[in-house]
């Protein structure tokens, strides 16, 4: 592939990123924001994908395939299903009004441009604009963990905040090197694990959500 | 000798998944006891080398030089204390049926698993590797503050896991950059860019924008774990909610690994970027959080809670003696971790035992500790006027030579601000001890029987806690010494 077309489908798969995750910051549901960050998990692999085939770098490959294996499908698969077993409440209830999330998100991606801006000097010719996506990416994902109680999107929101990470890590030097970026996936797989069993556990053992649990101040 | 890094962390994992098996308590305890001592041999051994050679690296992975030495050193000395406390306390909580006995494997394991990433977090070398096993330290401990299943204990489980989580993203977006800055230096991608000894060796090559904004993110994702504030809000709720013996663990060790994430970007920071840049940061976010600390800590009335948010006022004089700087503010800092680290555990074991005492974690209930138990209440009044900042205790004396660093920084706003907290919280502390310890205890109150393990275990860290104060012994100043040179790059 030659470059210049990856760099304009990288730009274009970043639009569409951005997208995704404005779709998980507006969903009054919680299984469209699931849907939404999925779906933003195969657009992260496919521009490994296509760095990967642009470069010849087979770590690129591999890890579009761990990303595409782990958390567009087993990791959104795993929120489903704790979904089901304990029939939570689907609907989103914000801290923060949505629209005024989207007012802050709106803000975050002017401020990432602005800061990939003072980063030029690392930034990879072909990425185009992955930089300024990617940290908007993460940011985004961070404004939803602490704009919303309800664990399951707090969990969405880490992975759209992980997803970020990876992005960014491919603007600005091909990805980490690919035995960490495997450690990160494992640690995130674990971590969700860790989270679904709490959230289990909450509903088993004091039979709330942990949106419920506000008992610890001062 | 590089084997040595790769055992020293496979020691705890290997005795964890035995435990699994284990199906008698004084087994548990057998084989946590052999962990803690096999583990104190070997950081014994690497210590001696580093000592002797400078560094000790294993392919790129590992490494360990002063400043890991430090840091080991106090995991396995509380990793010990920890494993001897933890006899005595478990068989009180099984007899009083807070903890089931089919649940002992899963409890021990943990702590294993616990101990062995914060080991693998402090001998990393490769910086991708710290933030893995940092990550892991969260995922472990997590589970431990959840332990109980309470309301409590879950609430506090997930307040952690979500923020401390929330806050290492940045750790690790911040390591991203620093590699970043790293790979472009070196014209590409190659093999070390991830590793902090061939960062530290080439950071006046790197760009310093990138660093400032890379050690940005970092002191917000690392500080978060570390309990600097504004980012501490889960701090007080996971260590207090965490069962005792865990308790030690988070305020005394791994609060300090994440102060070893940021040590080691600061030291790259200094090289890109100069000493101010990351000095003044650390030195803003150490005041905040002694600030922020202080009311918290008068008008508490949880003995848990207490002790968390003073672990927030002592991160932030750790942070203080960084940003100062220079080599006394650094020694300052490293001794600081060393004597807050031992000290803290002390207390925590000491609160461990009020709890079961007296059923409850309200100070106002709390009424002469020093009748009901004789020993944990005078390991109390040791601990509290040391966390206090009594001469001739261990945290005094770093305490005072933060100050000295401070006031030959020219740094009087910052001092002033830092000696005036000092002083409230002292009055405070010492408050809330004497209310504890002096007094007639409740009929209701659960007197004598101070389990040996117990006092074993306090004694041990009180004696360290003593010693500390009176002399820095001259073994461990050369660790100190040569640490600080290490983080300030000379």
């Not at chain 1, 992955?130 to 939803?144: E, F, Y």
């Not at chain 2, 084989?31 to 041999?41: E, I, K, M, Y």
């Not at chain 2, 050690?215 to 701090?235: D, E, N, R, S």
Request: aromatic content about 8%; glycine content about 12%.
């Amino acid at each position: 592939m030659s470059p210049e077309l990856a760099t304009r489908l990288i730009d274009a798969l970043g639009a569409l990123l951005l997208f995704t995750m404005i779709l998980i910051l507006a969903a009054g549901q919680l299984y469209r924001a699931i849907y939404a960050v999925a779906a933003q998990s195969v657009l992260i692999a496919l521009a490994g994908a296509v760095l990967g085939a642009t470069t010849h770098n087979l770590d690129l490959w591999i890890v579009a395939g761990i990303t595409l294996l782990v958390k567009a499908i087993a990791l959104p698969w795993l929120l489903l299903r704790v979904i089901r077993r304990v029939g939570i409440r689907r609907e989103i209830e914000p801290v923060v009004p949505i629209t005024a999330t989207l007012a802050i998100a709106g803000g975050i991606v002017v401020l990432a441009f602005h800061l990939s801006s003072s980063l030029g000097a690392v930034r990879q010719a072909i990425t185009g604009n992955a930089l300024p996506v990617g940290i908007a990416l993460t940011l985004m994902g961070v404004l939803v963990m602490m704009s919303r109680r309800e664990a399951l999107t707090q969990m969405v929101g880490l992975f759209a905040s992980e997803n970020g990470i990876f992005f960014t890590a491919m603007a600005v030097s091909q990805g980490m090197p690919l035995i960490i970026e495997i450690g990160v996936v494992l640690d995130v797989i674990l971590g969700a694990l860790v989270m679904g069993v709490m959230v289990l556990r909450v509903r088993s053992s004091v039979d709330a959500d942990i949106a419920e649990l506000d008992r610890l101040r001062g | 000798m590089t084997t040595l890094l790769w055992i020293l962390p496979l020691v705890p994992v290997a005795f964890g998944l035995a435990m699994l098996g284990v199906r008698d308590r004084r087994l548990f305890h057998a084989l946590d006891l052999a962990s803690a001592s096999a583990t104190g041999v070997l950081v014994v051994i690497v210590a001696r080398t580093v000592m002797r050679d400078g560094s000790l690296r294993a392919a790129g992975v590992f490494a360990a030089d002063a400043v890991t030495v430090v840091f080991l050193g106090l995991i396995a000395l509380l990793g010990l204390a920890t494993a001897i406390y933890t006899i005595g306390w478990m068989r009180r909580e099984v007899a009083g049926g807070d903890i089931e006995e089919r649940r002992l494997p899963a409890y021990f394991a943990l702590v294993q698993a616990f101990l062995a990433t914060m080991l693998v977090t402090v001998l990393a070398d490769n910086l991708g590797v710290l933030w893995i096993a940092m990550e892991g330290t969260t995922i472990t401990s997590a589970l431990l503050v959840g332990f109980r299943r309470d309301r409590y204990g879950l609430e506090a489980a997930w307040k952690y896991i979500i923020v401390t989580t929330i806050g290492i993203s940045f750790g690790l977006f911040g390591t991203v950059l620093v590699y970043a800055a790293t790979a472009h230096a070196l014209g590409g991608a190659a093999a070390g860019a991830m590793n902090f000894t061939t960062i530290a060796a080439m950071a006046h090559r790197l760009d310093p924008g990138i660093v400032r904004i890379g050690f940005i993110f970092v002191i917000v994702g690392y500080g978060t774990k570390a309990g600097l504030a504004p980012m501490h809000m889960w701090l007080p709720d996971a260590h207090s909610q965490a069962p005792s013996p865990v308790s030690a663990l988070l305020s005394g060790a791994l609060i300090k690994c994440a102060l070893f994430g940021i040590i080691r970007f600061h030291t790259i920071a200094r090289g890109a970027c100069g000493p101010a840049f990351s000095g003044r940061l650390l030195l803003l976010f150490g005041l905040v959080s002694v600030v922020v600390a202080t009311p918290f800590i008068l008008t508490q009335r949880d003995l848990k809670r207490l002790l968390g948010y003073h672990s927030v006022e002592h991160v932030g004089i750790v942070a203080l003696g960084l940003g100062i700087g220079g080599p006394v503010g650094t020694y300052a800092a490293f001794l600081h971790i060393l004597n807050h680290g031992v000290t803290k555990a002390l207390v925590f074991f000491v609160a461990g035992d009020a709890l079961g005492r007296y059923g409850s974690r309200d100070m106002g209930r709390i009424r002469g500790f020093l009748r009901a138990a004789p020993f944990a209440g005078t390991f109390l009044m040791l601990g509290a006027f040391s966390l206090a900042g009594m001469p001739p205790f261990s945290i005094f004396v770093s305490e005072l030579l933060v100050l000295r660093a401070g006031i030959a920084a020219g740094r009087y706003v910052t001092i002033a601000i830092f000696l005036a907290m000092v002083v409230v919280i002292f009055a405070g502390l010492i408050h809330h001890a004497g209310k504890m310890a002096f007094g007639e205890p409740d009929e209701a109150v659960r007197r004598g029987g101070e389990a040996l393990s117990g006092v074993l275990a306090m004694g041990l860290l009180a004696a360290v806690m003593l010693l500390l104060g009176l002399t820095v012994p001259p073994g461990l100043d050369r660790i100190l010494t040569r640490a600080t040179e290490v983080t300030l790059g000379s």
